[in-house]
């Protein structure tokens, strides 16, 4: 049972998870849609728009003014898109650089927290990601 042991510890050593971490993008990215489609954050539902927002730009779903944003974060290839997938590590984001206004908020405009994901959200990412982990290590 010990060399089975070591066996496994020096495959997932060895191991690139690239496949596994990749097979983790759609998730996020749906997660993420979710979470506009939702319009709420880990502390609750987003803050209505500012009458002054609606009289400048006219009634629109919130963070959905031009939809570059959102698809900056759930679709690859987006402008500003940030996605990268490493041997152990994986990043997804935004350089749009309005998004970390919307994200933290300012002075004048609340955060409104759309990068994050939601229990059932991490539930599928983990599920994802331990398929394609498992078959990397065992070959199965």
Request: some cysteine; aromatic content about 12%.
């Amino acid at each position: 049972f010990g060399l089975e042991l070591d066996a496994i510890v020096s495959a997932i050593e060895s191991a690139s998870f690239q496949p596994a971490l990749a097979a983790c993008i759609p998730v996020c990215n749906e997660g993420f849609k979710s979470n506009f489609n939702k319009t709420q954050g880990p502390p609750g539902v987003w803050a209505p728009h500012a009458p002054y927002t609606v009289k400048k730009y006219g009634p629109h779903p919130l963070l959905i003014l031009s939809g570059a944003m959102l698809a900056s974060v759930t679709q690859s290839g987006a402008d500003g898109r940030i996605e990268s997938v490493g041997e152990r590590d994986a990043e997804i984001g935004t350089s749009l650089f309005y998004a970390g206004f919307q994200q933290f908020g300012t002075n004048k405009i609340p955060a409104r927290r759309f990068l994050w994901l939601d229990e059932e959200s991490i539930d599928k990412v983990v599920d994802a990601f331990s398929e394609s982990a498992f078959q990397i290590i065992f070959g199965a």
